[in-house]
């Protein structure tokens, strides 16, 4: 055998061998992710914000349509604090017809 035919030889072995080492690596990858897949399922999902308030975009910028209960499932939005929430209420956003935020804010006229 020549020498070019010796070095062709062992760079199909190293090849061979490389192959062989990402059949691995890739194996050890899907199992990680199986692994990381069933932890993320056991975590409960983050608790709801108290309050939210949803905006709706304008020609002048984002406004106020409505401030919901945290858990309210007829609107999104910013996560806000309970004073804020009272706040935007005060300052004339409605509050969401559903939830009613304003009976558990104690703000009922």
């Not at 020549?2 to 062989?20: D, F, K, M, T």
């Not at 309210?72 to 935020?101: V, W």
Request: net charge neutral; proline share 8%; with cysteine.
């Amino acid at each position: 055998m020549s020498g070019l035919e010796a070095r062709l030889e062992s760079w199909r072995a190293v090849l061979a061998w490389l192959g062989w080492q990402q059949k691995l690596a890739e194996r050890a990858i899907t199992a990680l992710e199986a692994e990381l897949a069933t932890e993320a399922a056991r975590r409960p999902p983050p608790a709801p914000p108290e309050w939210k308030v949803e905006s709706i975009r304008t020609g002048a910028g984002l406004r106020g349509l409505f401030v919901h209960v945290g858990d309210c499932a007829m609107g999104g939005g910013k996560p806000i604090g309970r004073e804020a929430a009272r706040r935007t209420l005060a300052e004339g956003i409605d509050p969401c017809p559903y939830c009613s935020p304003e009976n558990l804010l104690g703000m009922t006229s």
